[in-house]
């Protein structure tokens, strides 16, 4: 007989308030007790358990080999899965020092800063990254989300171009485009650039529902 696997909630008089199951087996065996028992926040609590667990065995590893950046890739996406973005970044941060051109750390790190409103770092880190590899088309994506987030059209527009010399196939830059055009009230160059995307992916949602709004905006209630 397979024992139980659950966690006991005890409330500050010392009752049972309730029981946390893993699977429905073991839900149906306590419902005869008249006990509160819950199943799905156990699991939450088993991968939380089990993601501190991997986050320990990481730290092991990186004292055991400082030096090897793969260990400090898989720490930072565990804080990541845990939502610890402050010891994310750190993580990041000591990973430039063993590697200042790890490649894929400078477009997390611009990630995190740009998700963060702290557009000056997100520009900091891309621009690293530039420097890198000038033909990752990522690179210059990501400067142009941060300086559309920063409403300076010429150079989101100017990066946003760029991408477009190493990836003219990914509708979502187009999208992108359009929606700068868009949001600087251009209406006609933003329907140019959602058929653009629509001529890639017909069945592009946000293109689709993004055209029907500057369909909209100029009037043209055409269902063709």
Known sequence: MKSLNLVVVITSNK???????NDKEDLEKLKQYNIKVELKEEQNVFEMYELEKQIE???LKMAMEPNNTEHYHELAKYYAMDNQYEKVISVYETLLTLDPKD???????????????????????FN????????N?????????????????????????R?????????????????LYHDFD????????????L?????????????????YKLFDYSTK
């Open 137 to 161: 088309y990522l690179v210059y994506y990501n400067l142009g989300n941060t300086y559309a987030e920063m409403k300076n059209f010429s150079k989101a527009l100017h990066y946003y171009s």
């Open 15 to 21: 009752k049972i308030d309730k029981i946390i199951v």
């Open 128 to 135: 690293e990254a530039m420097m890198v590899n000038p033909s």
């Open 57 to 59: 065995k990481t730290v």
């Open 103 to 125: 490649m894929q750390t400078l477009l997390n790190l611009g990630s995190i800063w740009f998700y963060a409103k702290e557009f000056k770092k997100a520009i900091k880190c």
């Open 199 to 215: 001529s890639i992916d017909p069945n592009n949602l946000t293109a689709l529902i993004d055209l029907g709004n500057v369909c």
């Open 186 to 197: 251009d209406y006609v160059e933003a329907r140019a650039y959602y058929e653009k995307a």
């Open 163 to 179: 991408t477009l010399d190493f990836n003219s196939e990914d509708p979502e830059i187009y999208n992108a485009i359009a929606l």
